[in-house]
């Protein structure tokens, strides 16, 4: 086995419905991405980058073909190993933040550490500094409902960076910022992938695939290009 | 994640809508507080009435005749109504060791009425009871103030009397006033012995208001020489009412010569008799009460299904989430799960502290009478009740695969 990519996704398909209205958002995708990487996804809308950016994050299962991530096959991986994996190896970000309302920013931070058994003193410690990364120590104890959009999502960050996941994976993250939030997110995929995270990047904008060092583009669930940008 | 963490955010869930948590604890702590207090109201009355029972002396037979007996037996002239009659001489032969070893007290009971006088004033008593010194302690009438009349006063048909409490506050003021006064019943004066201690009124006849006077008086001034009314018999002990019972019909059915084709003229009451019937009666109806609290709380249960079954819906996106962070399926389990236990264990602590409270107090003219074991139970069922009814939407909550958690609306 080709252990050596961290991500390996193999003739994976994802069929949605059946018969006559079946919707074949991925129709056959390989992939190898390895331990370090910093891949751009882009595409026309409906093209099935959401569909293998979810497989890849552990949150959906392919219709056919084999996932292996970090050497194991995810489909042999029992519903807990699984929850561990997107505890511990991946962190997501999504489009529409996601955060957890009426829940502090710290606190939504720190709910990965708790799922990943980590102690109550430690957990805090580590929630901190990582809205420190993200420069919000002083919204802290702010809910979602009382931070804008991009602080929102750097909560987000802060919050798919709290266990020091090797994988970061974003879909979107800049689509509902403005032009000065999205350097700063920016930024700090940069940083983060600097400092050796491998990093997977869906996006429209060519200013954000631009700061990738691979560009893979995908049209009607196939991906048509795939090239090394810088 | 720790019991603490979930404990947590469980608090956070239901503190998110208070109103809602609020009402469903308000159903739980409904039935709880039904099942607790309907159970003391079924307790309570039972004791009520075993108390009452209990106050007319226990282990008491009351003998008396149904007149002419079974009626006519095929074509027979019907023995005359006297042949039944029950005697002194039946008295007599009851308080013999020999013939019914099971008896421990004989009291004839011959009763008038009256009008009792004490110079202006006068009353009309319920009953005026003659009898001899063994009704006292077999029916569990103390004497309160003075003495009660002796085998001596019987034999030589002296004029004493003893005043119920009731006849005695009327005619003197005070019961202890009258204690060595005379009065009068009919033409005739009588001197008061004592007064009967007062006695729990809630019967058909009010007992404080009887006059008690020696059996012989009673037939020489009053009643005259007929029939007893009654034969007040005392059983040995407890365990003995039922031979008791059947020596007392023995040696009456021989004695006034009853034919056997014949049903038994003499009816016989049996305090034990009566007071289990009206246990089971009591029991019943606590069993019946108890059902309907039962009922409530039940609906109390399907109330937290449904506000865990709404909850969950509505946060159908942040359990996407959560596993998306990371969450197992135990976890998202356990938080549903207490959640909806911690709503009925709140619900059944608020239904214990009100039922304690509302049980202070009489309801329905019964003083209810808390059941310790019910307590327990109810706390116990509302617990359970979080769980059962909890399992169903944490089960379904628990069970979302993570994309189609995040992509409900
Ligand atoms: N749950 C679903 N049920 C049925 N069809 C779906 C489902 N999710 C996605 N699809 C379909 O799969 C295709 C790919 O969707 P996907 O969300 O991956 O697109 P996308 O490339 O992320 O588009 P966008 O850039 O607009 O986000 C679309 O045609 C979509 O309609
Ligand atoms: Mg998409």
Same mark, same amino acid.
């Given at each position: 086995?080709? !252990? ?10 994802? %069929?949605?419905? !059946? ?14 991405? *390895? ?5 751009? &996804? ?17 949150? *959906? &299962? ?16 029992? $519903? *807990?190993?699984?929850?561990? &994996? ?6 997501? =970000? ?14 939504? &931070?720190?709910?990965?550490? %708790? ?11 580590? !929630? ?8 919000l120590s002083d919204r802290a104890d702010h809910r979602p409902n009382e931070l804008s959009g991009g602080q929102q999502q750097r909560v987000a960050i802060a919050r798919a960076l709290a266990t020091g996941p090797r994988i970061l994976l974003a879909d979107e993250p800049t689509g509902n910022l403005d032009a000065h939030s999205? *350097?700063?997110?920016? !930024? ?27 560009? =893979? ?7 048509? %290009?795939? $090239?090394?940008?810088? | 994640?720790?019991?603490?963490? /979930? ?86 032969? /009851? ?78 003021? @005070?019961?202890?006033?009258?204690? +060595? ?20 009124t809630s019967g058909f006849s009010d007992p404080n208001a009887t006059v008690i006077v020696p059996i012989s008086t009673l037939r020489a001034t009053q009643a005259g020489y007929g029939a007893l009314s009654q034969i007040v018999v005392q059983a040995a002990g407890k365990d003995k009412v039922d031979t008791a019972q059947a020596?007392?019909?023995?040696? /009456? ?13 003499? @009816? ?82 608020? +239904? ?46 628990? +069970? ?10």
């Amino acid at each position: 086995m080709a !252990a050596d990519s961290l991500i390996d996704i193999r003739d994976v398909t994802k %069929t949605y419905g !059946a018969g006559e209205t079946a919707v074949h958002a991925l129709r056959g995708v390989s992939l190898r991405v *390895d331990a370090g990487e910093y891949v751009a &996804v882009m595409g026309s809308s409906g093209s099935g980058k959401s569909t293998l950016m979810n497989i890849l994050g552990c949150l *959906d &299962v392919p219709s056919r073909g084999e996932y292996w991530l970090d050497g194991a096959d995810v489909a042999r991986l029992s $519903e *807990d190993q699984q929850a561990l &994996v997107r505890g511990r190896k991946i962190g997501f =970000i999504f489009q529409s933040f996601n955060l957890i309302p009426r829940t502090s920013a710290l606190a939504n &931070v720190e709910l990965p550490l %708790t799922y990943a058994h980590l102690k109550k003193a430690d957990r805090r410690r580590r !929630a901190r500094r990582a809205l420190e990364l993200v420069g919000l120590s002083d919204r802290a104890d702010h809910r979602p409902n009382e931070l804008s959009g991009g602080q929102q999502q750097r909560v987000a960050i802060a919050r798919a960076l709290a266990t020091g996941p090797r994988i970061l994976l974003a879909d979107e993250p800049t689509g509902n910022l403005d032009a000065h939030s999205t *350097d700063e997110v920016l !930024a700090m995929f940069d940083d983060l992938n600097s400092e050796g995270r491998t990093v997977v990047v869906i996006t429209h904008e060519t200013e954000v695939a631009r700061r990738a060092r691979r560009l =893979i583009r995908v049209s009607d669930g196939r991906i048509v %290009t795939d $090239e090394v940008t810088g | 994640m720790s019991p603490r963490d /979930l404990f947590g955010a469980a608090l956070r869930g239901l503190g998110a809508n208070k109103l809602r948590s609020l009402l469903t604890v308000l159903g739980v702590a409904i039935g709880v507080g039904a099942v607790i207090v309907l159970v003391a109201v079924g307790n309570g009355s039972g004791k009520a009435v075993q108390d009452r029972l209990e106050a007319m002396g226990t282990n008491l037979l009351t003998v008396s005749t149904t007149g002419g007996g079974g009626g006519f037996v095929r074509g027979q002239a019907g023995p005359s109504a006297q042949q039944y009659s029950l005697t002194m001489a039946d008295a007599e032969a /009851l308080s013999d060791h020999r013939l019914a070893p099971d008896v421990a007290a004989v009291a004839p009971v011959m009763t008038s009425s009256g009008t009792a006088t004490n110079g202006d004033t006068s009353y009309t008593v319920n009953q005026v009871i003659g009898t001899t010194p063994e009704y006292l302690p077999a029916t569990n009438t103390p004497v309160a103030n003075g003495r009660a009349f002796t085998k001596q006063d019987v034999d030589s048909t002296q004029r004493v009397v003893l005043l119920g409490q009731t006849a005695a506050t009327e005619l003197f003021g @005070r019961p202890a006033s009258a204690v +060595g006064q005379t009065i009068k019943l009919g033409a005739v004066d009588f001197a008061v012995l004592g007064v009967l201690a007062s006695k729990d009124t809630s019967g058909f006849s009010d007992p404080n208001a009887t006059v008690i006077v020696p059996i012989s008086t009673l037939r020489a001034t009053q009643a005259g020489y007929g029939a007893l009314s009654q034969i007040v018999v005392q059983a040995a002990g407890k365990d003995k009412v039922d031979t008791a019972q059947a020596e007392v019909t023995q040696l /009456l059915t021989a004695r006034h010569q009853v034919p056997a084709t014949q049903s038994s003229p003499f @009816r016989i009451t049996n305090s034990a008799q009566i007071l289990q019937t009206s246990q089971d009666t009591a029991a019943t109806f606590t069993a019946l009460l108890a059902t309907v609290a039962a009922i409530s709380l039940i609906v109390g249960g399907i109330g937290v299904t449904n506000i865990m079954l709404v909850t969950v819906t509505e946060r159908t996106r942040e359990i996407g989430i959560r596993k998306a962070l990371g969450a197992r399926r135990r976890t998202i389990l356990g938080q549903f799960l207490i959640e909806a236990t911690l709503l009925s264990l709140i619900g059944g602590a608020v +239904g214990i502290i009100v039922a304690l409270v509302v049980s202070r107090f009489q309801l329905a003219g019964v003083q209810p009478v808390l059941v310790p074991s019910s307590i327990l139970l109810a706390f116990g069922v509302s617990a359970a009740v979080g769980l059962f009814f909890g399992s169903m939407p944490a089960h379904r909550a628990a +069970g979302l695969r993570p994309i189609d958690a995040l992509r409900h609306e």
